[in-house]
Every structure is written in structure tokens, then in C-alpha cells.
């Protein structure tokens, strides 16, 4: 089993094929579940310096800070296919290390990140060196493969801004999870294909020293400040985050597939679709747009049933394509869902 890229200007809402789990029918029961040992959204204060993302400049050169992978395991892959394994295991984050890891990804055009485990500074490291790494190896099919718990709300929000950056596809396949800080993640992906469950929960405010419910809410007002702008630049819906704060921590509220899309977790996401269509529009014209965002309707409604083979979907994508007129001969670098053909060869 096989799952492309789905990147572009109109990106479907899908699911990733084989989920294991019954959806609940309904967005209005919210369904609960228990938090593990490792979960949680923890805020911890710090000082400026220590919230603020590498400074690009030190990333483009070779000498990279020393760094490693935190509490989670990572593996860099170079296919879609996550039967055959999830890659080469990478933990030391130093540039030749994330270099010898990435590069048969070269020749592929494509690095897949598989990363299980908590959302702490080692995997927001993580993020930054393999976006840096991607861009200069020029591979534009960029997956990060996600099954964590949760973790540090400052660790998510730097690596989610890296993703933002850097145009990347977000999996939760089924048997993962995104609990918690993870949710914070998913924001920030070009496109979310989403399997397993999802889950939110209140922030826990590290070395709080709050003695009553007002000291407490002020505290995590700060936070949840922070997680509003991060949000909004990201095109989730704002209200994610009061959400948030209505489930204990002890608790899981599992959102439904209608909800991730309605808070703009999964799929497409808008503020992309948005800046890729208005370059669209100035590079291959009106028409061009009109067409490529009806295929992609169609596609969602015809081709991307859940259970679907992912081979019955790349076949019903590219008859599809010939229907609308793609590819097209002035715009033939923009065809919608290219990687349907790498199936073919």
C-alpha cells in the first residue's frame, strides 16, 4: 500500500486508506478517552532566547549547533510506503548526520519523517534540521509522519512555524495518535491526512504559582495568547483553543473527522490554498484556476472514499485529469496530483 503526496493549490480532504476505526456519525458527542503516561500540553515559561527558532542563517552553513533527538524516536524514509518499513533511524541532529540520513532522498524527491514520541525541544530541533536539510537538497515532497501523545506547547509551536515554512504534508496513519500538544502540529501542514485519533485537552502550566482559579486562568491566558496568534497565522480556527480549555487534563476529548475539518486541522490548509492560488492566478490565468479547483472537488467527492486502495484513487485521479484537461500545455508544471503517474512507472 502506497499514499502519495497530496500537494497543490486545491489539496482534497482525505483520510489515509486502511483506518482501522469506526468514526463517531456524529460531530455533536464529543468521544473521551484517558491521557497516557507521556501525553499532556505542558507550558513551561522561559526566557526569550530560548523560545525562538535557530536563526536561519546558522542553518544554511555546515556547522550546525550540537543537537540530538529528545525523549521520541525518529527515522528518515524516502518512500510513501510505510509497509516496507519506516527508514534509517536518525537521533544525533548535527549536519553530516541529517546529511548522510536524507541523502538517497536526493535522487527520490522525497523525505518521509517518521517521528514517535513526545513534542519536546529535540523534536522541534528535528523539524528545523530536516526542513533546512530539504531545502537545500531541493526535495519538495516533504511528509512528517506523526504518532505522539503530546508535550511541550512552546516545542510545538516552533516546530509547527518550521513546517509552515517549509511546506509540508502531515500524516497520522492509522495506530498513531495526536494528542494534545501534537493537535498544535497539525496547523501548520500544507496538507493533514488523517487515520487515527485525535485528541484535546487543557494546558498544564508548568512552576505555576497559582493558589486559586483566578491566578490560575491569568497564567494561562499568557499561553493561550500565544497559541491564538500561532493559530491564526496558520489558518486553524481560533476556537480550538477555548476548546481546549474546557477538558480536564486528566481527560481526552477525540475529535471527529467533521470537526477537524471545521477547525481547520485536516485536508488543505486555507491560508496555503489561498497564497497558492493567487500565484496561480498570475502564472496560468483564470481558466487554468477554475478547472484545477473543479478537478479537485470532483476528486474529493468521487475518488477519495474512505477504504478506497490508494491505487483505485491515483486510477480515478488521473481519468479525471484527462476530463478537465490536464495536463495543460501552458501550464504543464501545475497539473493537479502529479504523483498519481509515479504509481505508472
Same mark, same amino acid.
Given at each position: 500500500m502506497q499514499i502519495p503526496v497530496f500537494?497543490?493549490?486545491m489539496l482534497v480532504v482525505a483520510l489515509l486508506v486502511g483506518c482501522q476505526r469506526e468514526q463517531p456519525a456524529s460531530a455533536a458527542a464529543p468521544v473521551r478517552g484517558k491521557t497516557t503516561a507521556d501525553s499532556g500540553a505542558i507550558s513551561t515559561p522561559r526566557p526569550v532566547t530560548d523560545v525562538l527558532p535557530t536563526p536561519k542563517d546558522v542553518l544554511d552553513g555546515t556547522h550546525w549547533p550540537a543537537a540530538r533527538v529528545g525523549e521520541g524516536e525518529a527515522n528518515i524514509s524516502c518512500s510513501t510506503d510505510y509497509e516496507l518499513g519506516d527508514g534509517m533511524p536518525l537521533a544525533n541532529l548535527e549536519y553530516f548526520s541529517v546529511l548522510d540520513a536524507m541523502d538517497r532522498c536526493r535522487d527520490e524527491g522525497l523525505v518521509r519523517l517518521h517521528y514517535r514520541g513526545k513534542i519536546d525541544a529535540g523534536f522541534a530541533d528535528l523539524v528545523e534540521r530536516v526542513a533546512a536539510m530539504s531545502e537545500r537538497m531541493e526535495i519538495d515532497n516533504r511528509i512528517l509522519d506523526?504518532?505522539?501523545a503530546g508535550g511541550q506547547v512552546e516545542d510545538a509551536i516552533r516546530a509547527g512555524d518550521a513546517i509552515g515554512a517549509g511546506h509540508w504534508t502531515l500524516w497520522v496513519r492509522e495506530g498513531a495518535v495526536c494528542h494534545s500538544a501534537c493537535v498544535l502540529i497539525l496547523a501548520a501542514g500544507d496538507n493533514r491526512?488523517?487515520?487515527g485519533d485525535v485528541g484535546i485537552h487543557?494546558?498544564?502550566r508548568m512552576s505555576s504559582t497559582a493558589s486559586t482559579r483566578a491566578e490560575l486562568n491569568k497564567e494561562? %491566558?499568557?499561553v493561550?495568547?500565544?497559541l491564538q496568534d500561532y493559530l491564526e497565522r496558520n489558518g486553524a480556527a481560533l476556537a480550538i483553543a477555548d476548546l481546549m480549555m474546557t477538558v480536564p487534563s486528566r481527560d481526552l476529548r477525540m475529535l471527529t473527522q467533521e470537526e477537524l475539518r471545521e477547525y481547520g486541522l485536516s485536508g488543505a490548509n486555507a491560508v496555503q490554498e489561498d497564497l497558492e492560488r493567487i500565484a496561480l492566478l498570475r502564472s496560468c490565468g483564470q481558466d487554468f484556476v477554475r478547472r484545477k479547483e473543479g478537478f479537485m472537488r470532483e476528486f474529493g467527492q468521487s475518488c477519495a472514499r474512505q477504504g478506497q486502495h490508494v491505487e483505485a484513487m491515483n486510477d480515478c485521479? %488521473?481519468?479525471? %485529469?484527462?476530463?478537465f484537461g490536464f495536463p495543460d500545455k501552458a501550464c504543464p508544471d501545475e497539473t493537479p496530483m502529479p504523483e498519481a503517474d509515479?504509481?505508472?512507472?
Open positions: 500537494a497543490g493549490l506523526l504518532d505522539s491526512l488523517i487515520s487543557r494546558m498544564i494561562l %491566558r499568557e493561550q495568547k500565544q485521479s %488521473r481519468k479525471l %485529469r484527462e476530463r509515479l504509481s505508472l512507472q
